[in-house]
């Protein structure tokens, strides 16, 4: 078993921050299976402010930089999920130029 560590913003509105989180009140079944078919076994989205934190536990063969883009191409549902969702969203100053969601070190594990 893998784990990620994953960090962007929310849209400084508040109106923004609370659709958003509606949203995910009620995710799409389609884009919960596309997670799991692509070998995502947990994920918990955590706020801030406007600041989010998304843990992951995968499979021991996921690959971050290939499986992400695959849950999007395989799965319309998902993409369509993911466009909508990068409309409340914006990356973090430390993002890669690459990089949507913000890969975060790992520095301690219990």
Do not use: S
């Not at 958003?20 to 596309?34: C, M, N, V």
């Not at 995968?58 to 409309?87: A, G, Q, S």
């Not at 913000?102 to 594990?109: D, G, K, S, Y």
């Amino acid at each position: 078993m893998k784990h990620y560590g994953l960090t962007l913003n929310l849209k400084d509105d508040p109106k923004i921050i609370e659709q958003y989180k509606a949203y995910h009140q009620d995710a799409w079944p389609e884009t919960l299976a596309g997670l799991k078919a692509v070998g995502i076994t947990k994920m918990n989205i955590y706020l801030i402010g406007r600041r989010l934190f998304m843990a992951m536990e995968t499979v021991d063969t996921f690959d971050i930089k290939r499986d992400f883009p695959r849950y999007l191409e395989e799965h319309p549902k998902c993409k369509e999920w993911d466009e909508l969702m990068r409309t409340f969203q914006e990356p973090v100053d430390e993002a890669q130029a690459d990089e949507w969601w913000a890969e975060m070190e790992p520095v301690f594990e219990l």
